[in-house]
Structure formats: structure tokens, C-alpha cells
């Protein structure tokens, strides 16, 4: 069967993927006979959809994962959804506005019920997106962290952990999110450049009319919440009024004035205004100095009765009428601009407010110690390894874990409250009961006696536990799933939540498996665009995924991410990559047509024994390369490495040296050989590249029900006796060719205008050795060997040797002799800096004995060139 002209994705995408998953190649079971290689996806919300980061992200995944099971290993690859509390209550409830409905003259029970109904419609959006990049997930396996298993689990560990003395309920400061109305986790607070406001109020010095202590704010809105103003005790400018009182503007309630080595002399006044209930500073220092707390907000933003001026106005409107006010009443010194940071929340915009509120809390602790020491032992080894200073100084200073939610989607919070107040915590509603008759001696009590906790868990919480939950190693720690796949092999995910997530799964599996939860971190960077600007569809600077995958196929869009996404470091995006990618499944569509074309004449005799040779000595040497490369998780190198071996190697190199004159016959060893080459290339470009390479494989020969590529063997290619030997020698011939090629490009000549070429060299046996390739790769009349330069020629230097191209009437001498010049200023340049490497007694005596003789042929070589070029500057 002829194949298209050209490669048209959308043709053979769908079809192989259908077909894969009808064979179950994706899918995974305990195997004692294989090694299993598990990965679990970081789980997408159920809201969200595919964007520039998660392709990046699965396509990594399915790299590995792919490359695994062609390894032989039991690969299994674990999707899933997260339930997304936050981001899934704020869709919900604006899905029931759209219909008239406020959220809170619904039933708890029946919002939920709108909840899972919006869930079902909308919860797999992602997942089904993620087939179309050809992620090879089993698919069997989707878990999704609000089903009733993984609910289980999650309530289970809270209870085990609460009966273990590290959760408690408590008054801290958290951040709080006045629009979602709950408390959120730092992950979730996205901190926003913005042109602020620093407004200088002034309090008056009680008994000293007249006399005021200026104080800077960014917040005047909270002066009615200030309990004291700090100075430094060093700051002279305030040694006066320690012990003194101010009247807070407008309000006239009098407060301390406290000293304190926390203020900082120089910045703004250097009077501080402490306010324990809205700053996590101003908290720490309350506690210090036994000052009162007054919460002047509303969870939903507004000043309630404590402020005593603009109740009921938001925060913001209030801010604008205090600094109107405080203009009027003469209190307001300055105001200033400065560059500052907001703090934001990520689902839904609104700007943060510390608050003091009563949580739920997990001491963290205890919990971080062993998940930092297996990160320093590289147990678990962070790739690229410099986020381990990072992860580092987040656990050496972890903070207790505010794991509550102020909603109603998610895992309810297993605390039953008593008659009195008093609160039981149980694992379902039958233990509460019998737990809360111990514990107030009255057998009486029942069911409807007791309130559940109104608070959801952080969805951090479920997650945290996601390598075990998934294998079901709570609901049964001995099953045969989470004792196959259990510890899993590598995450890949970004740096943004290696402590919010990665650090937090480390703990969990330490803590109830005692076992670290996977091997390795491969931390990707953010996809930005040409602006460094994060991709977002907000900021409209984002192409969607789907629309990139259906105009340019799925294989050349995972490629074009890999391209240039080096771990740890930012992708910034660009076009031409995509391109590229797309240019590069075109090429390797078109040289299988050109093999395709060829017809055999098994009568003639094998005639290209060389560059089979050569060719299987580079496969051998780039197969090794590329293993190691995906061993250090270096994917980028990774896919460059087998890039270059099919666009440079094959392609231009390989199939040049043996395809047949135009409409003549190949002979049949060398149309194996290519064809068995071509195989192993499909393999090695499978990871990548999935689709292609399967039709490709399929249209390269009759293959059986189960013979698809998917999960055809990976290459082991044995490195030839001779391999070093051929290549070097190859390596020369190319170098002849390519500096033939510069001279057409140079001098604008055709590649198929046949050129001749004189060779003046000392040993002519090495360069007769390739002189049937040199001829037709660069389509040469004639190679002949002289002792002078011939007359208007232009020469080029390979490795001590000179070479003339004659080009009569057609060299300008004063143009050559000034390219031979600059080439010649190069080579010295190039001799002395290894001459000075050489001469440093330091190198010489370090170096490898290999590296030494590596060093003495570059001087050797770079003698021998200097030479060749002297005597052709003589020669124009």
C-alpha cells in the first residue's frame, strides 16, 4: 500500500489510540515475573481543563511511562481527578445563581446534590483531553479524591493522627478569603505586583495636646483594630514616650506605645501600629506584649460592630471614607506611592486578609524531620537537584497545617459536638455516638444529640495521601496492588507545590507506609510566553492545547514542548517549536517513503557495507547517550540526542550514502539492514512520539494482532568491535563533505552542479578508505591527489589536510585570501589555549590519562591545520 504524500495526523491518532486501549497495552497488574514502574498523575481539578502546563507535564509522564513498558516493566500510570474544594464550590455556586438560586437558602444536602450532578457533567473533561496528547494512563484505574474509598481513607487519617496528639483545634492566623468565604492554604495565595498606597496617620500623645506620633499604613481601614503603636527602644526620636498613650484617629481610643526590637528604625516613620487580629506579625507581637485582640471584619469583607465606625461598609469602601475623614479632621499627614505586593486568592481573586479564626491544625513537625532527612540522603532524589535548598528552608521552618475549609464540598471534618460543647472525634456517626456516651457518662445520647463539624478539609488533605489511596492501602494495607506498586518510581510536577504537595505525600507515606511514596522528583519549569509572562488564559497570551493538537497533531506538539524544557527551568513557548515538531514528523514520514520506494534486485551484490557499518556503530553510540540521558531525567537532552540521530544521521547522512541511483534497484542486504535500522528508530522515537511512530511501524512490515511498537522491546544495540575506529573514520569523511557543501553555499553553486576536488595529504590511504562516499555525497566528478595547490581554487583544512575545490574564473583572490586569513587567526587562537591548558602543571597533573591525549591531538591537529593554511595563503 502507498503511503500519503504528506502526514496527516488526524488520520491515524484516534485510530491508534482506540486501538491500544482495545488490547490493553495501558493497562496494569501484579506481575511477580516483571518489575512493576509506577507513576501517579498529579491530579487535575474537576474543574479545570488542559492548558500549556499540563501538557508539558503529561507528556513528561508519558515519556517515562512509555519508555517503561517498552522495558519490559509493568508500567502503570495512575489517573485521576482532584475534587478541587474552593475552585468546584465557587463553579457550583455560580452555576446556581445563573439559575436564581442562592447557595444558602439551600439545605447542606442539597447543595451537594447540585454539586455531584455539576461533578458528572463537568468532572472528566480533562481526562478525556489528555487521550487526545496520547497520554497512555490506565484508564481502569481512575480514581477521583472525594470517592467513597479515598473519603474513607481520608477520614481515617484524620482520626488516627487526632488520636496521636497532632490535630487540634485552635485560634490561629490564617489566610482568609473574604469573597470564598474560608480559610485557604499559602499554595493558594498568589502574590500580585501592584502600585500602593502608604498613608501617614497621625496619633495624638495623650496629656500633650498638640503633639502627635506619626505612624505609616498601607491599611487605615484597621486603625480601629490597633491595640498598641511599637517603637525600637534604640530609635531616639521616641525614647520620650515609652509607657506613653496615643488616641487612634477618630476613633479616640487610647493605646500604649510599646518598644520593641521587631520595628525598623528606617522604614516608613519608624512607628509600627500593631494590630494582633489582621497581621501575623502584629499576632506574634500581641502575644509578646499581652496585648488584647480585636477582629474588626466580617468573613465576608465588611467592618462589623468591634470597629465602631463604618459598620456594614466593605473593607475597601471603608478605606476610602477613613482617608476622607482623616483629611477633614486635619489627622492625615502624606500620602506616598510605592511598588508593593498583594496577596491574592488563587480561586477566586479576591485579596487576602489575615484573620485570626478557629481551625483545625496538623502539627507538622514531627511529620517533617523524616521527609526532610530522606531528601538530604537522596533516597528520594529531586531533579534538577538545586530545589533541595528550597525544600530545605520550607522544612526546617514548617508551620502547623491549617487543614480546614469553610465548605461544603469535600471530605466533612469527622468532629461530633456534644450537648456541652465538648467534641468526640470518630471515623462515622455510629463510633461518635458510642465515643460521646463515654465520654459524658450518658447512655442516653443519640444520633440527633450530636452536631457534625460544618467544616470540609483542606483538599490538600486528600491529595497528600494519593500514591496509597489509589492502590486502596488504607482500606486494605496488605493488597496485592499497593504491595506491588507501592513505593511508585517517579513524580513529575512543578516547583511551585514542592512542599504544598510532594514534601506533605513524603510525610504521609513515611508515616503509614514507612516507605518513601516514589524514588524521584522531576520538577518542570512554568511555560511562559515570549514576555516571561506565566500563560494563562486570562492574560489571553495561551493557545489552547486542543486547538495546537488538532492543527498540528499531537506528536509534534510533545515534541515541540520537549524541545527546549530543560527540568527545573522555565519553557518559554514559541510557535516555531510547535513547528519544528511538525517539521520533524514530516521528515521522518518522507524518508520512510523514499525507503518504501525503493524496489530490491536480490541478484545484486551488497554495495554499502561501509555505511551500514558506520551507521550501526552511531546507533550503538547514541543509544547509550540517550539512556543515560533519561536516566539523569534530562528529557530535553533526551529527545534532542535521537532527534539528531534521525534528522542529521539518518536522514541527511545515511540515506544519501545509500540510496540507489534515481529508478534503479538496491540491493537487498542494503534494504535490510536500512529497514531493521528504521525499526529501532521507531522504537527510540516511540516515548515522543507515539502515533507516527505506530502507523509508521505498522506500514513497515505484516505485524501480528499483539507486534505494535507501543510495546515492541526497547533497543539494546551492541557497540561494534570496530565501532570507534569506523566512526573516527566516518567522522572525517563527513568533514570532507561538509566543507565541499560550505564552498557551494559560499560561492552559490547548486548541490547538483558536480564539483571536483584535489586532496593534498600525507596519508592518502585514509581519505581513499571513504572516497566513494566523499564522491557521492558531495556529488563530486573527481577526487584526485596533488602535491601543489591548483590554480583558482578555493581550499578548506579537514584535520591536517588541505583540500581545493577549483573553481575557475569564478574565486576572487583577495576574497578567499582574507577568508583563509580569518580562518587562519582562528586555528592560532584555538592552539594557544590548549597550549596554555597543556602548559598549566595543575591540569596536567589532575587530568585523566584519556582527557591528557585528547588534549595533545587538538594541539596536534590544530599544528597541522595552522600549516596547510600558511602554505594555501602562499599559494593565492
Known sequence: MSLAKTYSPADVEAKWYQRWQEQGFFQAKPNPRKQPYTVVIPPPNVTGVLHMGHMLNNTIQDVLVRRARMQGKEACWVPGTDHASIATEAKVVAMLKEQGINKHDLSREDFLTHAWAWKEKYGGIILEQLKQLGA??????????????????????FVDLYR??????????????????????????????????????????????????????????TVMADVAVAVNPTDPRYQDLAGQRVRIPLLGREIPVIQDEYVTVDFGTGALKVTPAHDLNDYELGLKHNLPVIDILNDNGTLNEKAELYVGQDRFAARRNIVKDLQEAGLLDKIEEYASIVQTSERTGAVIEPKLSLQWFLKMEHLAKPALEVVENDTIKLHPPKFKNMYRVWMENVRDWCISRQLWWGQRIPAYYLPDGSFVVAQNEAEAVELARAQSGNNDLQASDLRQDE??????????????????GFDDPDNADINYFYPTNDLVTAPEILFFWVARMIMAGLEY???????????????????????????????????????????????????????????????????????????????????????????????????????????????AVLDEHFDKFRMSDALLTVYKLVWDDFCSYYLEMVKPVYQHPIDAETLRATVGFLETLLKLLHPFMPFITEELWHELAERGPKDYVCVAHWPKVATPADGAEVLAG??????????????????????????ELAVKADDQAAILAYAPLVRKLANLSDLSFVEEAPASAVSFVQGGSEFFVPLAMQVDAATERARVEKELEYAIGFRDSVNKKLSNEKFVANAKPDVLERERQKLADAESKIAALEQALKAL
Open 730 to 755: 566516518m567522522d572525517k569523511a563527513l568533514a570532507i563533505v561538509a566543507g565541499v557543501r560550505n564552498v557551494r553555499n559560499q560561492k552559490n553553486l547548486g548541490p547538483t552542479k558536480q564539483l
Open 455 to 472: 467544616d470540609v478539609l483542606d483538599t490538600w488533605f486528600s491529595s497528600w495521601l494519593w500514591p496509597i489511596s489509589v492502590f486502596d
Open 136 to 157: 497512555s494512563c490506565d484508564w481502569s484505574r481512575t480514581r477521583f479524591t472525594m470517592e467513597p474509598k479515598l473519603t474513607e481513607a481520608v477520614l481515617r487519617v
Open 513 to 623: 507506609r514507612k516507605e518513601v511514596p516514589f524514588k524521584n522528583v522531576y520538577l518542570t519549569g512554568i511555560v511562559r510566553d515570549a514576555q516571561g509572562r506565566k500563560m494563562s488564559k486570562q492574560l489571553g497570551n495561551s493557545p489552547d492545547p486542543l486547538d495546537l493538537i488538532r492543527d498540528f497533531g499531537a506528536d509534534a506538539v510533545r515534541t515541540g514542548m520537549l524541545f527546549s524544557s530543560p527540568a527545573g527551568n522555565d519553557l518559554f513557548y514559541d510557535q516555531k517549536l510547535i513547528d519544528q515538531g511538525r517539521n520533524f514528523n514530516n521528515k521522518l514520514w518522507n524518508a520512510f517513503r523514499l525507503v518504501k520506494g525503493w524496489e530490491v534486485d536480490n541478484t545484486l551484490p551488497f554495495a554499502n557495507a561501509q555505511a551500514v557499518s558506520w551507521f550501526e556503530a552511531k546507533l550503538a553510540e547514541t543509544v
Open 164 to 221: 496521636k496528639g497532632l490535630i487540634y483545634r485552635g485560634v490561629r492566623m490564617v489566610n482568609w478569603d473574604p469573597l470564598g468565604g474560608t480559610a485557604i492554604s499559602d499554595e493558594e495565595v498568589i502574590p500580585k505586583d501592584t502600585q500602593a498606597k502608604m498613608y501617614h496617620l497621625k496619633y495624638e500623645v495623650v496629656g500633650q495636646p498638640g503633639r502627635f506620633l506619626t505612624v505609616a499604613t498601607s491599611r487605615p481601614e
